[in-house]
């Protein structure tokens, strides 16, 4: 499996946390959420074209990089 790496890893726990607490700022403060899929997806593309990364590379990060969205809006719209 060569999009598992430590650096896709790492780079999408990164997006995960910023965006899943920028989403739920938003969430919580206007009511309404983005989907956090593409800008996972751009930030990813740009990161990894740094380190020479592969395509699968940036499909895995920008997975888990949406991830955060995703919990925060369940939570947010579901728990208050």
């Known amino acids: ?3 598992f790496t ?3 890893l790492l780079i999408g726990l ?3 946390v910023v965006l899943g607490a920028a989403n739920a700022y938003l969430g919580l403060k206007a009511g309404m959420t983005i ?3 593409y800008p996972a997806a751009v930030i990813s593309m740009a990161l990894l074209r740094l380190f020479r990364g ?3 590379e940036e499909n895995f990060a920008r997975t888990v990089g949406s991830i ?3 919990i ?3 939570a947010i719209f579901t728990v208050p």
Request: hydrophobic share 50%.
């Open 14 to 16: 990164v997006m995960c």
């Open 35 to 37: 989907a956090a899929t």
């Open 68 to 70: 955060g969205e995703s």
């Open 54 to 56: 592969s395509v699968l």
């Open 72 to 74: 925060a809006a369940g």
């Open 6 to 8: 430590i650096r896709a």
């Open 1 to 3: 499996m060569s999009e």
